[in-house]
């Protein structure tokens, strides 16, 4: 089942999971507010796991650094 995002006009924020075909949530569970559902940050699955666009990763950093090779080729 789909974990959805919401968020109150109160500014709280909240999270449910529900099925596909079910109605959104319509009120806060806090102060009773109306609530919307808002747009979550997006993922990208991947063979190794999940990864976030905004985080960097370890293969980022190893992908970055200068080989040892590449540093010897420059001199």
């Known amino acids: 089942m789909?974990?959805?995002?919401?968020?109150?006009?109160k500014g709280h924020s909240f999270e449910a999971v529900q099925g596909v075909n079910e109605r959104p949530?319509?009120?806060?569970?806090?102060?009773?507010?109306?609530?919307?559902?808002v747009i979550s940050q997006?993922?990208?699955?991947h063979n190794r796991g999940v990864y976030v666009f905004?985080?960097?990763?370890?293969?980022?950093v190893l992908r970055s650094r200068l080989s040892s090779l590449k540093s010897m080729l420059k001199r």
């Open 25 to 37: 949530v319509t009120r806060c569970s806090v102060s009773m507010a109306k609530a919307r559902r």
């Open 54 to 60: 905004d985080r960097q990763t370890k293969d980022d």
């Open 2 to 9: 789909p974990l959805y995002e919401y968020q109150c006009a």
């Open 42 to 45: 997006p993922t990208l699955l």
